[in-house]
């Protein structure tokens, strides 16, 4: 059964920092990655996708790697703003199309 | 293009009672997949749909259904609600139900359920 695991559960910095958001899995066959940023009571949207094959995938501020082998993948938001303050959730497609959500890891970046 | 939406944005409910949630998809995804989440907790998987066929089914008991109608919307049905059903259903649309590693799953924006 895959499990995710997102951590630290809550992470503060201030303002300009770099943000590094770590996330794990247990079963290395999967589709893809997905880092996700969810304000609060909203909906997931969607930041990064990396594929199976792909070591990383960059947008802008955030760069997000990818190591299957060791069940890893980072994600970096360089300049970290308050805007950034959010939940970030990341989550790995595996076999039966289904999307495995790690418990987040919920950011406040203090002016 | 409008994006996933979902029906309605908050509903309150008692113990017992019965709940009817609604998806609509992206204009020309096919794919339908729920998900509930508690506060606090990542989303847990429901259902997926595709072509009004179940494609998965998460472990969720026997009182969570769903179905898909022709235009590809989708219901989201829970009967004899407990406290423990109170969460955030987030519905999510994508192209197909493949395997694909570029099929991305796009999520609307919540129903908030509270069960008091």
């Known amino acids: 059964k895959q499990e995710v695991t997102q951590i630290p559960a809550a992470l503060s910095v201030p303002e300009g920092e770099n943000l590094v958001l770590n996330c794990s899995f247990t079963?290395?066959?999967?589709?893809?990655l997905q880092w996700f940023r969810q304000d609060p009571g909203k909906g997931l949207t969607s930041l990064l996708l990396?594929?199976?094959?792909?070591r990383e995938q960059t947008s802008g501020r955030l760069n997000a790697s990818l190591d299957k082998s060791s069940g890893r993948s980072t994600l970096y938001i360089a300049a970290s703003q308050p805007g950034d303050s959010a939940t970030y959730l990341c989550a790995v497609k595996a076999a039966g199309n289904k999307l495995t959500f790690g418990g987040g890891t919920r950011v406040l970046v203090k002016p | 293009d409008a994006g996933v939406t979902q029906s309605p944005t908050h509903l309150i409910k008692t113990r017992g009672q019965h709940v009817t949630l609604r998806c609509s998809p992206i204009?020309?995804?096919?794919?339908v997949s729920w998900y509930q989440q508690v506060l606090g907790q990542g989303p847990q998987f429901i259902f997926q749909y595709y072509e009004k066929e179940e494609r998965g089914r998460g472990n969720f008991p026997d009182r969570f259904s769903a179905r898909q109608f022709p235009n590809y919307s989708s219901e989201l049905n829970v009967n004899a609600l407990l406290l423990g059903d109170s969460a955030l259903y987030l519905c999510a649309s994508s192209l197909e139900a493949s395997s694909s590693s570029t099929d991305t799953q796009y999520f609307g924006p919540g129903t908030r359920l509270t069960v008091l």
């Open positions: 990396i594929q199976s094959s792909q």
């Open positions: 079963d290395s066959a999967i589709y893809n």
């Open positions: 204009s020309g995804h096919k794919s």
